[in-house]
């Protein structure tokens, strides 16, 4: 059954796979940061503060009205990105079809993270596709989403610190959204499951999708990791 899910996924749907994909990188490579900063600012953003096209270094550099603007403009962009692939399998009502939806849905949430990390319109120079991610997170399984945000905030409380919270949250991202969708096999949540049928095949596609996507954010934030060991990261809310 695995070899004939991906057999069809690629051979038979390879248009929707193509179109998902590019569709979500290019939208996503559209940089609310980088055009809101030029706008207000008349500068680039990935040349203020820590140089990250993203919400935390505009809400640092530039204040809370810009920021709040790239925060919702960079949550649209995994929002519309899995939308694409979701209404061009609208019908798609089959137990095999259903999972092939699913796998093209996290597909283009990677590449939507992909598009704001590596942008194609400003010489693949991007954010961090944290906000991003956490918008594919609640189009694919709003459940994981609740999960990281749980995460996010116990650790927040205790850090105060965005780059940790985030790390953390996408180096368990793979392992929550596989142990999820195993409860699901196990119908533990039957009520709750994007899906009617939760199968090894889909298990492991999340699995593989959301690690490589979980490793990338860990890669993307490699100067916060080197602040943190010396420990010289700043803290979102300072003392002062």
């Given at each position: 059954?695995?070899?004939?899910?991906?057999?069809?996924?690629?051979?038979?749907?390879?248009?929707?796979?193509?179109?998902?994909?590019?569709?979500?990188?290019?939208?996503?490579?559209?940089?609310?940061?980088?055009?809101?900063?030029?706008?207000?600012?008349?500068?680039?953003?990935?040349?203020?503060?820590?140089?990250?096209?993203g919400f935390t270094n505009v809400l640092r550099t530039v204040g809370?009205?810009?920021?709040?603007?790239?925060?919702?403009?960079?949550?649209?962009?995994?929002?519309?990105?899995?939308?694409?692939?979701?209404?061009?399998?609208?019908?798609?009502?089959?137990?095999?079809?259903?999972?092939?939806?699913?796998?093209?849905?996290?597909?283009?949430?990677?590449?939507?993270?992909?598009?704001?990390?590596?942008?194609?319109?400003?010489?693949?120079?991007?954010?961090?596709?944290?906000?991003?991610?956490?918008?594919?997170?609640?189009?694919?399984?709003?459940?994981?989403?609740?999960?990281?945000?749980?995460?996010?905030?116990?650790?927040?409380?205790?850090?105060?610190?965005?780059?940790?919270?985030?790390?953390?949250?996408?180096?368990?991202?793979?392992?929550?959204?596989?142990?999820?969708?195993?409860?699901?096999?196990?119908?533990?949540?039957?009520?709750?499951?994007?899906?009617?049928?939760?199968?090894?095949?889909?298990?492991?596609?999340?699995?593989?999708?959301?690690?490589?996507?979980?490793?990338?954010?860990?890669?993307?934030?490699?100067?916060?990791?080197?602040?943190?060991?010396?420990?010289?990261?700043?803290?979102?809310?300072?003392?002062?």
């Amino acid at each position: 059954m695995i070899l004939e899910l991906m057999t069809d996924l690629f051979a038979n749907h390879w248009l929707y796979l193509l179109i998902s994909c590019l569709a979500a990188y290019l939208i996503s490579s559209i940089s609310t940061s980088i055009i809101v900063t030029s706008l207000v600012m008349h500068k680039d953003i990935r040349k203020q503060g820590s140089g990250n096209a993203g919400f935390t270094n505009v809400l640092r550099t530039v204040g809370k009205g810009p920021a709040i603007i790239t925060f919702v403009g960079d949550f649209l962009k995994g929002v519309i990105s899995v939308l694409i692939p979701y209404f061009l399998t609208f019908g798609w009502d089959s137990i095999e079809l259903q999972q092939e939806r699913q796998i093209l849905m996290y597909l283009a949430g990677l590449f939507a993270v992909l598009g704001h990390m590596f942008p194609v319109y400003y010489r693949f120079k991007g954010g961090k596709g944290v906000v991003t991610t956490a918008s594919v997170m609640l189009m694919t399984d709003w459940r994981v989403l609740v999960i990281a945000l749980i995460i996010f905030g116990i650790f927040f409380a205790v850090t105060k610190t965005i780059s940790k919270c985030s790390l953390l949250c996408a180096g368990t991202y793979p392992f929550v959204s596989a142990g999820v969708r195993l409860l699901d096999a196990t119908a533990s949540f039957p009520t709750l499951a994007p899906v009617s049928h939760t199968s090894p095949f889909l298990i492991g596609c999340v699995f593989g999708i959301t690690f490589v996507l979980g490793l990338t954010i860990i890669i993307k934030h490699k100067d916060n990791i080197k602040r943190i060991l010396n420990g010289t990261e700043k803290k979102i809310i300072s003392k002062k």
